[in-house]
């Protein structure tokens, strides 16, 4: 007997983020919490203790930070999760009833892409449009400045300290998922670029948290994976920071700026190392395994981070060894821990993540595909998926080629053959669990969000006789739509995967779409769609539903007024019902 309330409780009890502080004041805090059933902004004066709810929307609020001098709290405004609008701002210290005020009232509701605010009140905004790509200079009381302009992607990377320097990241070469860098000057002259070449990307993380320091902390891939150097672009230096570690490597500064915070990422779990770059010493922070969803170091050197395993519920700690921000009311019920599996791919080993029921063999089995595709599933807490394993599911959860973490070259592998490439492998580990007695073959779920619903349908079409259900969230259905009615930084994006936009390419978006091979569906397919989501936009999720309805093919629909996911508990939770008693009912469970 399932116990409702069990699973439920995972997504009701109260989660907060990890806070970020105001960097000259660092008593100044804001994060994001469910507390209220939907993610909002709340403030918290470390000195005083009082916690505030900057934000109150129907459909949550989730993009927010603070000024260096921790007066303004800015966050975005969009409507209804469409992503599309204004950036407002409201004083830290104001009471409930202040209103937030559009930050800067000269620029148009846009797409955002980024934000770098200076202590003088100087804000950089990026804005992403029908028009392009362009970042402001918003000083006070002045008219915003255009800094930079053009059709291809762009975002603010990081302003320095002194508000002399400018990062900004563009794929002016036309490979948004290869960035460059270019640091630029207020008046608009460029100081430096930097170009790791064709299919090596760079990424500007922050400058140096010191006045008159022009140093810039940069992600690049040069060996074949995600490692971290410092950028000198006045003094024209490089240093790369080599370390003897598997796996990728992120970076932050230490405040005073003569260290690094390294974010090791390795098999689906994180580690956290401080490295002193004048002596080049590598020194490990003792944290639990499992997953590191954030970290920062406060000023007198202890590090804040958000963690979690796939059995324990997510906590705010601190390497002082205290729980830094608990949210009211009883913590989440734990799960089941996540056993590691490799499988012989066509392309080399598949790691996948399982997750077991009580109860024997063979298993109804889910296989939950990430999204992104630039992204990863961890030993981190699911509630989703720790729904699925209490309903007597075993879930499986695939590093498909695509996957960050394992290296460039297997990122990079779907392009040119976006879908597909995923979809052997996700079938190599299906055929494992099969092969191995863990799943019963005639109770296949294939299912994700975003990239991973856009994967259940189109396995569903180009493997009919391997899955016995779908269930496909926000997915690409139609992918000529999609790309038609899109935001214009996933345009980029696809046109960077499949080499060129589907009038260029008709053929490779023609062989990955879902729609091509909606006639070959024999699975019962439930697809989740936001009506205001512009990543995987309504039209063409309609598009591929008509044909369902034209040849008779058995599917539900369930929309939900919001954009590409919900920051809604209830809603989330009555989506996660549909999903599972969709596929208990075509199971016969």
């Known amino acids: ?317 601190s390497t002082s060894g205290a729980v830094v921000l608990a949210p009211q009311g009883p913590l989440a019920p734990p799960s089941v821990p996540v056993e590691d599996v490799w499988v012989d791919g066509p392309a080399g080993r598949v790691h996948a993540l399982v997750s077991k029921p009580e109860g024997d063999q063979p298993f109804p089995t889910v296989f939950d595909v990430h999204g992104g595709p630039t992204a990863q599933d961890e030993d981190s807490f699911v509630a989703s998926a720790a729904a699925w394993v209490d309903h007597g599911f075993a879930v499986v959860r695939v590093n498909y080629r695509g996957s960050t973490g394992y290296g460039s070259k297997w990122r990079d592998a779907i392009e040119g053959r976006a879908g597909l490439t995923e979809l052997e492998d996700i079938k190599a580990v299906r055929d494992w669990t099969v092969s191995s007695g863990l799943s019963d073959p005639a109770r296949l779920v294939l299912t994700g969000g975003s990239w991973g619903g856009f994967l259940a349908l189109l396995g569903i079409g180009t493997q009919p006789d391997d899955w016995s259900v779908a269930v496909a969230a926000v997915p690409v259905a139609d992918y000529v739509a999609a790309y038609e009615d899109e935001m214009e930084g996933l345009q980029a994006f696809d046109r960077s995967l499949f080499g060129g936009s589907p009038d260029e390419v008709p053929d490779r978006y023609r062989e990955s779409s879902p729609i091509t091979y909606v006639s070959q569906v024999k699975a019962p397919v439930l697809i989740l769609a936001g009506e205001n989501d512009p990543r995987c936009p309504i039209r063409q999720i309609d598009n591929y539903l008509a044909r369902l309805d034209e040849l008779g093919l058995s599917h539900k629909v369930y929309r939900y007024d919001a954009g590409h996911g919900s920051l809604v508990v209830e809603e989330r939770i009555k989506q996660m019902a549909a999903e599972i008693g969709f596929a208990r009912k075509h199971l016969g469970m």
């Not at 563009?170 to 290869?178: A, F, M, P, T, Y």
Request: proline letters at 7%; charged letters at 25%.
């Open 1 to 317: 007997m399932v116990d409702d309330e069990r699973w439920k409780a995972r997504f009701r009890a109260a989660r907060t983020s990890l806070p970020r502080w105001a960097r000259d004041a660092p008593s100044r805090s804001i994060y994001q919490s469910n507390a209220t059933g939907t993610w909002e902004i709340y403030t918290w004066d470390r000195d005083t203790g009082a916690h505030r709810q900057v934000t109150d929307r129907p459909n949550g609020t989730w993009m927010g930070t603070t000024d260096p001098s921790g007066t303004w709290v800015w966050w975005f405004a969009d409507t209804d999760g469409d992503e599309f609008g204004v950036w407002r701002r409201v004083p830290f210290d104001a009471d409930e009833k202040t209103e937030s005020v559009p930050a800067v009232p000269e620029l148009e509701p846009s797409y955002p892409s980024g934000l770098s605010l200076g202590r003088s009140g100087l804000a950089v905004i990026g804005r992403a449009s029908e028009t392009g790509n362009t970042i402001h200079l918003c000083r006070p009381g002045a008219p915003p400045e255009v800094l930079y302009h053009h059709a291809e992607d762009a975002h603010v990377a990081a302003l320095s300290r002194d508000e002399s320097l400018v990062a900004i990241g563009h794929s002016e070469h036309g490979d948004s998922r290869h960035m460059a860098l270019r640091v630029l000057r207020p008046d608009g002259s460029t100081v430096a670029d930097l170009w790791d070449g064709p299919g090596k990307g760079v990424y500007g993380a922050a400058f140096a948290p010191v006045d008159g320091d022009a140093r810039l902390l940069v992600n690049h891939e040069r060996r074949g994976r995600d490692e971290m150097l410092i950028w000198d672009p006045v003094a024209g230096t490089e240093q790369e920071i080599v370390l003897d570690l598997s796996g990728e490597i992120g970076a932050s500064w230490y405040p005073d700026g003569t260290a690094l915070l390294i974010s090791h990422s390795y098999e689906a779990r994180d580690e956290l190392y401080r490295y002193d770059l004048s002596r080049d010493a590598l020194t490990r922070i003792d944290t639990p395994r499992g997953v590191i969803g954030g970290a920062a170091v406060r000023p007198d050197g202890t590090v804040e981070f958000a963690w979690s395993s796939a059995a324990e519920p997510p906590v705010i700690r």
